[in-house]
């Protein structure tokens, strides 16, 4: 797949509670969460971002809490992919369960600018930047976790697991 | 081949065969749970998974403790799902209200989670379970579903640091001291994926709560989780009476690979105050002391057991809080507060002025039971103090270990317990 979209740029250690404040968190309806996106970053951020922008971050993206109506939040807000150079756990497992692209890539954030267009191929993880005509490749996923990604997520692998245990019995 | 704990736990729960580090797994889960944020998804996700039942109904907890006893309606709405839930799937480890308690306090004191165990839970302080010496993780609720639904998980195999502490302890310095200090000496990311092993002397004779305080906040250096050898003189001490199913204790082998080995002398170590607003800005009590604050807060995953309760009496036994300071104190379970009102702890912090509440997250994460307003300051026993978590995006949380918190409390400023001893 090929993600098109502008950069909107974070620094190093965004947690959870910045992503998604728990103060919202008693309800998990994805349009509702993704209307407080980042709000207590930025409070216009849910305003100003269109549809398939991209995130590019410093370190430890996504670090704190498991909750993961915080990709849930970006991805419904319009986020279509986030390159950091490195993302907490969690966060990181929860992003690829729901199919929200991510990447790794050492210094991104010093080699793009808020608003440069990217190009991502996410099946081979080259990222361009158009506007500085630059590309990176970011390291492959291993083939465990492409197989989750190209099934739809994991949602999906479950349900196809469980009709193989069904079979076997 | 030598192993790590974490090395040997993981070969016992898979059927591959000699992985190694970056390798990816697929691994039997001995215990899963969830709370009442994070199991309405997984409960939506696994219901559309097509599983019919749960992997195993007596493995499986589903603990409202986040938001609950319900703060409102939209709360009270998912800890209905919860309920639901567990009536409709069998699920024996549901804990209703009056016998519910912190999820990462409770598991541990029901005997639910063992030694050896692999434990998936639905929250990032899951790590706490790894001061039995269990591998227990924080996921997301996908995850948690395909837990349920598959019991088992996958994982990366991480590589291990190994934390050794030697030395003495100084007066009121506790485990929650000695995980904010290696917290700062690391880094907010410093362990991120990777395995803390907790190890050394003075971890050999560190009690059962205060090693569940390290392991705790291992994810606030980023770490996949922490994990402490058991042992028969504390673990097993602590499992008699408790443990609900047979267990398997694992040791790490002498000469196992760790990935990198830090050495921690603890003489020099004060009690310490992670400043706002990140968990890796500890520094010592004597440069933090003189702060003003609004408020205490003595509870939460990583402070509220039985021994957390103890300390913070003996500093305000015959003390007043101060009249302008709030000081709420909060027992992780229901057993750790009839124990406490058994042994006059509560009486104390009742006559002393504190407040004492039923066990909840609260206020910890900003949920209700201690919220901060615009340019208040608290000082905490809990465990992250990034900006807003516990209100205001212009409140300001210390974190600190109860003694710290409460002696903080009778003066209205960040002080040593020393000064009011």
């Known amino acids: ?58 370190r430890n993206f996504g670090c704190g809490s498991s909750r993961e109506h915080a990709p849930i939040a970006l991805k419904t807000a319009g986020v279509s992919c986030i390159i950091a150079q490195s993302f907490a756990r969690i966060f990181f497992r929860n992003a690829i369960n729901i199919g929200l692209p991510i990447f790794e890539f050492e210094g991104i954030a010093d080699q793009c600018s808020e608003g440069d267009l990217l190009e991502v191929d996410t099946v081979r993880g080259i990222i361009k930047n158009i506007n500085k005509d630059k590309t990176y490749k970011s390291n492959p996923l291993p083939a465990f976790i492409q197989n989750i990604i190209s099934l739809g997520g994991l949602r999906e692998y479950v349900k196809e697991e469980l009709k193989r245990r069904e079979k076997n019995v | 081949m030598a192993k790590t704990i974490v090395e040997k736990i993981l070969s016992s729960h898979t059927d591959t065969n000699n992985f190694k580090t970056g390798d990816i797994i697929k691994a039997r889960v001995d215990f899963t749970f969830a709370n009442d944020i994070t199991a309405p998804i997984a409960i939506k996700y696994f219901k559309e998974s097509g599983a019919r039942q749960v992997f195993d109904k007596k493995r499986v907890g589903l603990i409202p403790d986040h938001f609950a006893p319900n703060k409102d309606i939209k709360s009270a709405e998912q800890c209905k799902l919860l309920k639901e839930f567990a009536q409709e799937y069998e699920i024996e480890n549901y804990f209703e209200i009056g016998k519910m308690g912190i999820e990462h306090a409770l598991l541990p ?61 100084n007066k009121w310095v506790s485990g929650k001291d000695l995980i904010l200090y290696t917290i700062s000496k690391i880094g907010v990311d410093g362990a991120n994926y990777k395995i803390m092993e907790f190890s050394g002397e003075v971890i050999k004779r560190l009690s059962m709560d205060n090693r569940f305080t390290m392991c705790n906040m291992a994810i606030e250096a980023g770490a996949k989780t922490g994990i402490i050898e058991p042992d028969e003189k504390i673990t097993l001490e602590y499992l008699k ?13 002498p000469d196992a690979h760790y990935e990198k080995i830090i050495e921690i002398d603890v003489n020099k170590i ?113 465990n992250r103090n990034f900006v807003g978590r516990m209100g205001h995006l212009e409140s300001e949380i210390y974190l600190a270990s109860p003694a710290v918190a409460a002696a903080s409390a009778i003066l209205g400023r960040i002080v040593s317990p020393e000064e009011v001893k």
Not at chain 2, 285 to 295: F, L, N, R, V
Not at chain 2, 308 to 334: N, S, Y
């Open chain 2, 270 to 382: 004060e009690p310490q105050v992670a400043f706002p607003h990140l968990p890796e800005n500890a520094k010592p009590i004597s440069e933090a002391k003189g702060i003003k604050i609004d408020q205490s807060i003595i509870g939460s995953c990583t402070n509220g057991r039985i021994e957390d309760l103890r300390i913070a009496a003996e500093i305000l036994k015959g003390q007043q809080v101060h009249p302008e300071v709030r000081l709420i104190i909060i027992p992780a379970t229901q057993d750790i507060y009839l124990q406490a009102i058994r042994e006059g702890l509560v009486d104390v912090f009742i006559t002393a002025g504190a407040a004492v509440s039923t066990p909840t997250c609260g206020p910890c994460l900003g949920g209700y039971m201690g919220i901060l307003a615009k340019g208040e300051r608290a000082i905490s026993t809990t």
């Open chain 2, 109 to 169: 004191e029901k005997g639910l989670v063992l030694p050896g165990d692999v434990v998936v839970g639905a929250d990032s302080h899951t790590d706490t379970s790894g001061a039995l010496g269990a591998f227990a993780i924080g996921v997301g609720s996908t995850d948690l579903a395909a837990v349920m639904a598959l019991g088992e998980v996958w994982l990366k195999i991480p590589p291990t640091i190994k934390f050794i502490y030697s030395g003495k302890l």
């Open chain 1, 1 to 58: 797949m090929i993600i098109k979209g502008k950069v909107w740029k974070f620094k190093d250690n965004i947690d959870t509670d910045v992503i998604i404040p728990a103060r919202y968190l008693n309800t998990s309806d994805p349009k509702e969460l993704a209307l407080h996106c980042m709000e207590d970053y930025d409070f216009e951020f849910v305003k100003k971002i269109n549809q398939g922008d991209i995130i590019v971050a410093g």
């Open chain 2, 241 to 253: 009476g408790r443990a609900k199913r047979p267990f398997q204790i694992y040791n790490s082998d």
